[in-house]
């Protein structure tokens, strides 16, 4: 079997729960959008998740549980029950669609339809339907399952759901809390359910290889931790590069690198992880030119900060080294660090450098002041951070990411 569908929990995750749950071996096609465009002419309706199963496409999420649960025996065949099922999953359909509008960076609705869609969910529309979840749920005999004593196509897709909270931090700010507080017995249900699924999430671990130190992978960090991402710091000693440069897990020969295992992922180039990273979780704006262009701005005027102290450690005669370290911290920082200043003096929120929430920008802002404007070897930084009140003020608000 394969399933098709995006790089992401979407509407696939309750297919591919219930493929793991039944033990079925299925390849996880996961496109990336630039991908996407160009496939999307050869799927029936254009749109995803796509399951093939023997050579024959199918579509509809829905058809698609539908197919596999009387497939592999996951839903009843008493029409009450079935009635039960189905109730349960058109009515976190309701919710999930209500958030994805609300709350996902593909969402169609701008700025003020999203912020009015999200309202409306968790005054209106979530009370309504997660309230009737959780009394359908109180009144099953163990509420364990929704519907009887073992899994349905019904806790497959509200499980699915629950994943797409816990997986983006959008999301989990929005919902997470709200339903751990006002529906206990469905936040219960669903963390108990979750743990008949770690052997498939623990299934590929995040490993960060760096050396000891902040440097480039420092903003990989602080991106992996705000985001909740469990992830493996490894932490090469200088003395001990040279005997691991030449394995198979570093492309390039080259840190920082980030490999998920045992599914084979492998990322290298900073700028590449954090794109990839970013746009996978919402923090790059990929369908805004003008946001994306802001985030993409700070980006790389720090990364020429960050580049330009590395010079430093070329093998440079030291005459030549003196002259142009005092160029940069005497010349080009000022440049620099004024232009963002300025920048910061437009910016909407005091909280975030671009639009209103996270971006990899954030991110590298955070990770190349503490790997870089920190450090005991740049010492020249000390004497021209003072002169831009803004720049130290957001990363004192941030330093603890």
Not at 222 to 230: C, E, I
Request: proline share 5%; net charge positive; hydrophobic share 40%.
């Amino acid at each position: 079997m394969k399933l098709y569908y995006f790089d992401a929990a979407g509407r696939a995750e309750a297919i591919r729960l219930m493929l793991f749950h039944a033990g079925v071996k299925f390849e996880d096609v996961r496109f990336q959008r630039e991908e996407w465009i160009k496939q999307k002419p050869t799927f029936e309706l254009q749109q995803l998740p796509v399951l093939e199963d023997h050579g024959k496409r199918m579509c509809q999420s829905y058809a698609i549980m539908e197919y596999l649960g009387a497939k592999f025996g996951y839903l009843p065949k008493k029409y009450c029950a079935l009635y039960k099922v189905i109730f349960a999953m058109n009515t976190a359909e309701d919710v999930f669609i209500k958030a994805y509008l609300a709350l996902a960076p593909t969402s169609p609705l701008d700025a003020e339809g999203k912020k009015a869609t999200l309202e409306k969910l968790l005054a209106v529309d979530g009370p309504i339907f997660l309230g009737a979840l959780e009394k359908k749920l109180k009144e099953n005999c163990t509420q364990d399952f929704f519907v009887g004593k073992k899994y349905t196509i019904a806790d497959f897709y509200m499980l699915g759901f629950y994943a797409n909270i816990l997986n983006n931090p959008e999301w989990k700010a929005a919902l997470y809390e709200r339903i751990k507080t006002k529906y206990p017995i469905l936040f219960a249900y669903a963390e108990k359910r979750m743990k008949d699924f770690n052997p498939y999430y623990k299934k590929c671990q995040t490993k960060l290889y760096y050396f000891d130190m902040p440097g480039r992978a420092e903003m990989i960090r602080v991106m992996l931790r705000h985001m909740g991402m469990p992830f493996e710091d490894i932490k090469i000693k200088q003395e001990d590069w040279p005997k691991e440069k030449p394995s198979d897990k570093f492309e390039l020969q080259q840190l920082p690198v980030v490999i998920c295992e045992p599914c084979g992922v492998k990322l290298c180039q900073t700028d590449a992880i954090m794109h990839r990273i970013g746009a996978r979780y919402g923090y790059l704006p990929m369908n805004k030119p003008e946001k994306l262009y802001n985030v993409l701005w700070w980006c790389t005027t720090w990364k020429d900060v960050m580049e330009g102290c590395a010079r430093f450690f070329a093998p440079i005669p030291a005459e030549k080294k003196k002259t142009m370290r005092a160029d940069f911290f005497e010349k080009t920082i000022p440049v620099i660090f004024q232009a963002m200043e300025n920048r910061m003096k437009l910016a909407k929120s005091a909280d975030f450098l671009v639009g209103s929430k996270y971006t990899i920008a954030d991110f590298y802002f955070i990770g190349v002041w503490r790997g870089f404007v920190t450090s005991p070897m740049f010492t020249e930084f000390a004497g021209v951070i003072s002169k831009y009140p803004l720049l130290g003020a957001y990363y004192a608000k941030h330093s603890k990411l």
